[in-house]
Antibody, heavy 121, light 112 residues
Framework: EVQLVESGGGLVKPGGSLRLSCVASGFTFSNAWMTWVRQAQGKGLEWVGSIKTKTDGVTTAYAAPVKGRFTISRDDSKNTLYLQMNSLKTEDTAIYYC????????????WGQGTLVTVSS | DVVMTQSPLSLPVTLGQPASISCRSSQSLVHIDGNTYLNWFQQRPGQSPRRLIYKISNRDSGVPDRFSGSGSGSAFTLNISSLEAEDVGIYYCMQGTHWPRAFGPGTRVEIK
C-alpha cells in the first residue's frame, strides 16, 4: 500500500524558512516523479512543484509564485522528498501535500495527511 | 500555461441521481508519449484529497464503479451514475501533461 507521510510544518514569521519532508513507502520511490501540492484554508488545490527521477536528471519545475524561493530535492536512499521554503510570505500559508506524479512508468495514487505551514508575524 | 476550467462549480444532486462534471483545458492534454494525463480527485469535507481517476478513464483501486471518466484532447467528464451520501465533496481535475501542472477550480457536489 502506498503511504506518504509529510512533516516539518509549523509557524514561521514572514521572511523565514522551513523544510518539509515526505517519507514514502509501498512503491519504488526512486522510479517516481514526485510533486508538492498546497491548499490554503477554504481554497482549491495548487501545484507547487515537481521533481523527476535520477534517471530523468532529477529535473525540477516550480509554480511561478514560489520559483526562486522554494527548492525541491529527494534522497532516494531514504525514500524521502523535501521542500525547502525560504523567504516565506503570508500567502504561503497552507497545508502542503506530497503526491506521486502519474507517468508512463509509475501511476500510483496516494495523498498523505499533509503538513500545515502558517506564515504569520 | 495550460488553464483548467470546470463546470458547474456547484452541483446539487438528489441521492440516487446521476451527476456529471465537465473539465476543459486550454490546450490538448495528449502527451508526446501518447498518454493523456488527466486526473480526477475527490476531497470529502475535512479530509485530504484522493485520486479517483487517472489518464482520463482509469479508476483507482477501491474506487466504486459508479465513478467513470471520459473524454479526449481538451474536454473531459467525470460521471457519477448514482449519487450516494459519501460522494459529497469537492472534485478537481488536474492535468499532468504540460508544465506547469494545473488543477481546475473544483466542483462542489452536494445533496439537493
Amino acid at each position: 500500500e502506498v503511504q506518504l507521510v509529510e512533516s516539518g510544518g509549523g509557524l514561521v514569521k514572514p521572511g523565514g524558512s522551513l523544510r518539509l519532508s515526505c517519507v514514502a513507502s509501498g512503491f519504488t520511490f526512486s522510479n517516481a516523479w514526485m510533486t508538492w501540492v498546497r491548499q490554503a484554508q477554504g481554497k482549491g488545490l495548487e501545484w507547487v512543484g515537481s521533481i523527476k527521477t535520477k534517471t530523468d536528471g532529477v529535473t525540477t519545475a516550480y509554480a511561478a509564485p514560489v520559483k526562486g524561493r522554494f527548492t525541491i530535492s529527494r534522497d532516494d536512499s531514504k525514500n524521502t522528498l523535501y521542500l525547502q521554503m525560504n523567504s516565506l510570505k503570508t500567502e504561503d500559508t497552507a497545508i502542503y501535500y506530497c503526491i506521486i506524479e502519474c507517468t508512463s512508468t509509475i501511476c500510483a495514487p496516494g495523498w498523505g495527511q499533509g503538513t500545515l505551514v502558517t506564515v504569520s508575524s | 500555461d495550460v488553464v483548467m476550467t470546470q463546470s458547474p462549480l456547484s452541483l446539487p444532486v438528489t441521492l440516487g441521481q446521476p451527476a456529471s462534471i465537465s473539465c476543459r483545458s486550454s490546450q490538448s492534454l495528449v502527451h508526446i508519449d501518447g498518454n493523456t494525463y488527466l486526473n480526477w480527485f475527490q476531497q470529502r469535507p475535512g479530509q485530504s484529497p484522493r485520486r479517483l481517476i487517472y489518464k482520463i478513464s482509469n479508476r483507482d483501486s477501491g474506487v466504486p464503479d459508479r465513478f467513470s471518466g471520459s473524454g479526449s484532447g481538451s474536454a473531459f467528464t467525470l460521471n457519477i451514475s448514482s449519487l450516494e451520501a459519501e460522494d459529497v465533496g469537492i472534485y478537481y481535475c488536474m492535468q499532468g501533461t504540460h508544465w506547469p501542472r494545473a488543477f481546475g477550480p473544483g466542483t462542489r457536489v452536494e445533496i439537493k
